[in-house]
């Protein structure tokens, strides 16, 4: 799986070079929405913009193009609701990409469209991730703690409004993949404070998630066994 979206990132980077590319929009009925509500702390450099590209043809083993998302410098969450049997569970999906991009649809949108159907509440968390700097660019460490910084508000600001997202405050847990798996283990022990200046009042509340689910099979396969 890590060598699949190493080369994935390889190919975002490398045909980022090429032209200017659009960025990645939720399909209809669903909207972004900023996590920070001004600057965001630690800010990182990108060498462009926030592009999406879709690979030209089928990705290794998934049997159909991927797109992924690089250079995300301002971070988003997107909220996928059931419409019918809601169970009150939630889910903040963290998408894999060596922290050097994000596997947007294969370990993001798709596993949203997997869950929510059995009553579960998913929010797919576009966090940051840039090419620029030392291996690892964005992850959960000391010297780059911004993908860890979006997890933990997120988790926040979900637990603060699980009323208006007829959710169960301590139901609320998160789902990664490779990098995402990695951040998924990074917020379940790193909960007690947050590693960035409280904000308002959803950084206030519990970041701890409820349940974890790290690193699963490759997510294009699951419900097809």
């Avoid at 592009?51 to 909220?79: A, D, L």
């Amino acid at each position: 799986m890590k060598y699949l979206f190493a080369g994935l990132c390889s190919f975002l980077v490398c045909s980022g070079l090429v032209a200017q590319k659009p960025v990645w929009q939720p399909s209809a009925g669903h909207t972004e929405t900023p996590i920070w509500p001004g600057a965001v702390p630690d800010p990182q450099p990108t060498s462009r913009p926030e592009f999406e590209e879709t690979t030209p043809k089928e990705w290794q083993g998934t049997g159909r193009p991927v797109t992924g998302i690089s250079n995300v410098t301002r971070p988003t969450m997107t909220v996928y609701s059931p419409k019918g049997n809601n169970t009150g569970v939630s889910v903040v999906v963290f998408p894999g990409g060596g922290y050097q991009g994000l596997a947007i649809d294969l370990e993001g949108t798709e596993v949203c469209d997997w869950l929510v159907p059995r009553g579960i509440t998913c929010v797919l968390l576009k966090y940051r991730v840039t090419d620029v700097g030392p291996y690892p660019k964005s992850g959960p460490y000391p010297e780059s703690p911004m993908a860890l910084e979006d997890a933990q508000r997120t988790v926040g600001l979900v637990r603060f409004h699980a009323a208006e997202l007829h959710i169960d405050p301590h139901k609320i847990g998160v789902l990664g993949f490779s990098s995402g798996g990695h951040l998924v283990a990074a917020i379940s022990t790193h909960f007690t404070g947050r590693i960035y200046p409280p904000v308002d009042a959803a950084d206030k509340v519990s970041c701890r998630p409820d349940f974890a689910i790290p690193n699963l099979s490759r997510p294009s396969l699951i419900g097809r066994s």
